[in-house]
């Protein structure tokens, strides 16, 4: 069997009724396919790379499905590409099955969207933290390591030294420093 996801754009002007009535759409659609969702996420507004038919945002939804024939997908990509709801979209053919993810629930706070999730606690998420944690460890040990090659090795030659600083003294330099300020 084989699974896909699609990462569509709808206009961002839409209400919220709107941008169900078109989720719910795309859902009978794919249904039309014989496929499967399997996930089906709102993403949010975000500021779109270039215009899209004087667009400057867009709401990104992504749908994750199973099965689905050749010449059926290739009808759903047709309907995704006549539909006028639809700025663009993506789709993408996954070599593993995506995990089954509870939706998020939304919450409007003033212009700002928050995702408040049902359950913090999802394998996924316990391992995406994990090797998060374990990169900047890497990172960090690499840059304690370059700091202490870089104190082991001899000074560099790009650091020169005036000839009568070499044979002075901390305390002797600082005397001639001072009678240079007198002598300006």
């Known amino acids: 069997m084989r699974y896909y996801e699609t990462l569509y754009i709808v206009n961002p002007n839409f209400e919220d009724k709107k941008v169900e009535t078109i989720i719910s759409e795309v859902g009978v659609e794919l249904q039309k396919t014989n496929s499967k969702p399997i ?5 949010g507004k975000n500021r779109l790379a270039y215009p899209i038919q004087k667009q400057k945002y867009g709401t990104f939804i992504l749908i994750q499905y199973s099965g689905g024939e050749t010449g059926s997908m290739v009808e759903f990509d ?17 070599e ?3 995990p089954k993810i509870e939706a998020p629930v939304f919450e409007k706070t003033g212009d700002k969207t928050k995702e408040q999730e049902k ?3 999802t394998p996924a ?13 890497a990172s960090v040990d690499a840059g304690k390591e ?9 000074p560099s030659d790009d650091v020169v030294e005036p000839e009568d600083a070499k044979d002075e003294t901390p305390e002797e330099a600082e ?10």
């Open 96 to 98: 593993v099955e995506p």
């Open 175 to 184: 005397e001639s420093v001072e009678t240079e300020k007198e002598s300006k």
């Open 39 to 43: 996930n089906h996420h709102v993403w």
């Open 146 to 154: 370059e700091t202490q090659e870089a104190t082991e090795e001899s």
């Open 125 to 137: 998420k316990e391992d995406a933290t994990e090797s998060e944690e374990k990169l900047e460890d």
């Open 119 to 121: 359950d913090k606690s």
């Open 78 to 94: 047709t309907w995704m590409k006549l539909n006028t709801s639809i700025l663009r979209h993506l789709t993408t053919r996954l």
